[in-house]
């Protein structure tokens, strides 16, 4: 059974910075492409950034220059370091698995790629004010 618990979320100014923790169950991240996904208040879901078993990533336009993945599979880790924070990136974050590596990085980001997803976490909040 994999599990997904995300933290890290809270209130913070703009232009600040957060850094969001995924811890999954264990080889997850070594085997599983893994995503960052958001959905604010009336929203869509939205990708954020995503990065495949292999380390290659992918970021939606966005947040692109602002926030960086990456994990430590020994860890069974997705981080997300949040910078340069906008009240626009207010919302509910969410970490994810591709179990079967089903999709890229780069279409994990785009509309709907949070359909392949297999697994999700129940995500942690970031208020931007």
């Known amino acids: 059974h994999v599990q997904l618990v995300e933290s890290g979320g809270g209130p913070v100014q703009s232009g600040g910075s957060l850094k969001l923790t995924c811890a999954g169950s264990?080889?997850?991240?070594?085997?599983?492409?893994m995503g960052w996904f958001r959905q604010a208040p009336g929203k869509e879901r939205e990708g954020v950034a995503a990065?495949?078993?292999?380390?290659?990533?992918s970021y939606a336009d966005p947040v692109k220059g602002r926030f960086t993945i990456s994990k430590d599979n020994a860890k069974n880790t997705l981080y997300l370091q949040m910078n340069s924070l906008k009240a626009e990136d207010t919302a509910m974050y969410y970490c994810?698995?591709?179990?079967?590596?089903?999709?890229?990085?780069?279409?994990?980001?785009?509309?709907?790629?949070?359909?392949?997803?297999?697994?999700w976490g129940r995500g942690t909040q970031v208020t931007v004010s």
């Open positions: 994810a698995a591709d179990q079967y590596g089903r999709i890229s990085p780069s279409s994990a980001v785009q509309p709907l790629g949070d359909r392949a997803m297999d697994y």
């Open positions: 264990a080889y997850i991240l070594e085997q599983c492409g």
């Open positions: 990065i495949d078993s292999d380390g290659i990533v």
